[in-house]
C-alpha cells in the first residue's frame, strides 16, 4: 500500500486550504483513513479521521474550522481546511489503517507528508 499526500503549500492567515491523499495498492475492508501533523520541535499530533462508514472525529484544536471526506472508490481523503492560523503550520501526514473500534484506528501505512505553512 502507498499513500500520496499532496496539496500544501503557503497560505495566509484565515485562508483555507485543502490536502488529499491517495491509498494505491492492496486495500481492505473496514479500513479507516486520517490525518496527523507535525510542527518543528512538537510531537506528532492527530487532526482527524475518517472510518470506511464515514464516522469521522477531530482533533480539538482543529475540530470547529476542518472538515474531512473520503471517496471510498477513488480511495481518496480529503482534508478541508478553514480559518487556518499560524500554529496550524506542520508537516501534514497521511495514514490508512484498520477500524478497531468507535472512533479507533489502528494505523499500518503512512504518507509522506505535505508541508503546510501559514504566514502572512
Known amino acids: 500500500v502507498q499513500l500520496q499526500a499532496s496539496g500544501g503549500g503557503l497560505v495566509e492567515p484565515g485562508g483555507s486550504l485543502r490536502l488529499t491523499c491517495i491509498a494505491s495498492g492492496r486495500t481492505f475492508s473496514r479500513q479507516g483513513m486520517g490525518w496527523f501533523r507535525q510542527a518543528p520541535g512538537k510531537e506528532r499530533e492527530f487532526v482527524a479521521q475518517?472510518?470506511?462508514?464515514?464516522?469521522?472525529t477531530f482533533g480539538d484544536s482543529v475540530k470547529d474550522r476542518f472538515g474531512i471526506s473520503r471517496d471510498v472508490v477513488k480511495n481518496t481523503m480529503y482534508l478541508q481546511m478553514y480559518s487556518l492560523k499560524p500554529e496550524d503550520t506542520a508537516v501534514y501526514y497521511c495514514?490508512?489503517?484498520?477500524?478497531?473500534?468507535?472512533?479507533?484506528?489502528?494505523?499500518?501505512?503512512w504518507g509522506q507528508g505535505t508541508l503546510v505553512t501559514v504566514s502572512s
Open positions: 495514514g490508512l489503517g484498520r477500524v478497531v473500534g468507535p472512533g479507533r484506528i489502528e494505523y499500518d501505512y
Open positions: 475518517i472510518s470506511w462508514t464515514g464516522d469521522a
